[in-house]
């Protein structure tokens, strides 16, 4: 998440063209990559970005503060899908209800035009005992059953532009995926 070709890079980049007023910025549980590594980067950069729970996006896409949701991927697929941190989807489908704008950036070589839609993603599971406590304390009953993927697929009709460092897809589609990336 540290260069320009990143959902970072680009938030950093609007920052600078003065497009972007405000940022808010998820937990990403239950790693909290977001408390820990995003809101750290951005504050390193100057930008003032608050720190919301994962399950306040909706709330806070409702009051009408929020215009883009921009997300990273770890795999695009040829008709647009795309593979994510575990909470993307949703986001996704909040923003669309709420009539928020949905953008994934990442790097060309996340997209993956021999693969054609995100169901032939196998999702990988975590441990599930990731989930039962905070800070190395317990905080669920014993016997509690858990289920941990790491990664959900967001599809491409909830995504209003995929940008990579060959350009931005609109709308993204097979023919629109094909046009940008051959295949």
């Known amino acids: 998440t540290a260069g320009f070709g990143t959902a970072l890079g680009v938030i950093r980049a609007g920052m600078a063209q003065g497009r972007i007023g405000r940022v808010f910025a998820g937990e990403t549980r239950p790693w909290?990559?977001?408390?820990r590594l995003t809101v750290w980067e951005l504050q390193q950069d100057g930008i003032d970005a608050t720190l919301v729970a994962d399950s306040a996006a909706s709330h806070l896409m409702k009051t009408g503060v929020v215009q883009w949701v921009i997300v990273g991927a770890d795999r695009i697929c040829a008709n647009g899908d795309t593979a994510n941190k575990i909470g993307t989807y949703q986001l996704a489908i909040a923003a669309r209800?709420?009539?928020?704008?949905?953008?994934v950036v990442a790097?060309?070589?996340?997209?993956?035009?021999?693969?054609?839609?995100?169901?032939?993603i196998e999702i990988e599971q975590r441990d599930p005992g990731e989930l039962f406590g905070v800070g190395g304390v317990r905080t669920v009953a014993e016997g509690i059953a858990a289920w941990n993927p790491v990664f959900d697929v967001t599809p491409g009709s909830l995504i209003d532009a995929i940008v990579?460092?060959?350009?931005?897809?609109?709308?993204?589609?097979?023919?629109?995926?094909r046009a940008a990336f051959g295949g």
């Open 164 to 177: 990579t460092e060959k350009g931005v897809i609109l709308n993204p589609d097979v023919e629109a995926m």
């Open 32 to 35: 909290l990559q977001g408390a």
């Open 107 to 120: 790097p060309s070589s996340t997209v993956d035009m021999g693969t054609a839609h995100g169901d032939e």
């Open 97 to 103: 209800h709420h009539g928020v704008k949905f953008m």
